[in-house]
């Protein structure tokens, strides 16, 4: 089976540093995407990690291990905006499709 | 340049109706995916579309089906609608299944059925 797991909610405060956790289970991996999806809209993309390693976006940065399973996504200096849902998404083995986790609210708090 | 677009935006049907969604990807994107977001819950991935062929679709019954035309625009018909179907659909678009990591979605059609 596939299943990726992520916290459901995280709350932190504006300027804050916040790591969202991602742990996947899937019979085959080719990458670990992040999007962001705010309420009522559409999920936008954020990043994207094929190997090992840390990968910066601007405030955001994501982090994939492929020996143990997991990533995270982590935000830093949040504002008021990043109030969001985040949902981890593991390209599998067949790689036209994107399995989402359920996806982890988060509230940044002033 | 022009997003995803998806119509209509609402829609509200009775149980045992069809229904059909409509997507169009951004220009220059060859595939097209279909994912169904029940309240409050993550993406389900319905069907993925390349090229014109159906190359995987999700644990959904085969009352959920599509097409994708050669202008590579998409649709989605769901038949016997049960009120379980009641959710968000979401239509996704990427250069090609090899930028699928990459999708840009658009704003969805709500479904309600009742």
């Known amino acids: 089976g596939q299943s990726l797991e992520q916290p459901s909610e995280v709350t932190a405060v504006e300027g804050a540093i916040v790591q969202i956790n991602c742990t996947y289970q899937?019979?085959?991996?080719?990458?670990l995407s992040w999007y962001q999806q705010h309420d009522g809209g559409a999920p936008t993309f954020l990043s994207y990690?094929?190997?090992?390693g840390l990968e910066e976006t601007g405030r955001f940065s994501s982090f994939l291990s492929r020996s143990d399973s997991y990533g995270y996504l982590l935000l830093q200096e949040l504002q008021m905006k990043d109030s969001a849902s985040y949902f981890c998404?593991?390209?599998?083995?067949?790689?036209?499709?994107?399995?989402f986790g359920q996806g982890t609210e988060l509230s940044v708090k002033p | 340049e022009a997003g995803v677009t998806q119509s209509p935006t609402h829609l509200i049907k009775t149980r045992g109706q069809q229904v059909t969604l409509r997507c169009s990807p951004i220009?220059?994107?060859?595939?097209v995916y279909w994912y169904q977001q029940a309240l409050g819950l993550g993406l389900q991935f319905l069907l993925w579309?390349?090229?014109?062929?159906?190359?995987n679709r999700g644990n959904f019954p085969p009352r959920f089906s599509g097409r994708q035309f050669p202008n590579y625009s998409s649709e989605l018909n769901v038949n016997a609608l049960e009120l379980e179907d009641s959710a968000l659909y979401l239509c996704?678009?990427?250069?090609?299944?090899?930028?699928?990591?990459?999708?840009?979605f658009g704003p969805g059609t709500r479904l309600t059925v009742t």
């Open positions: 996704a678009s990427s250069k090609r299944w090899g930028s699928s990591y990459e999708q840009y």
């Open positions: 899937t019979s085959g991996f080719y990458g």
């Open positions: 990690n094929a190997l090992d």
């Open positions: 998404a593991v390209r599998d083995s067949n790689k036209g499709k994107l399995i």
């Open positions: 220009s220059g994107h060859t595939s």
């Open positions: 579309y390349d090229e014109g062929e159906e190359r």
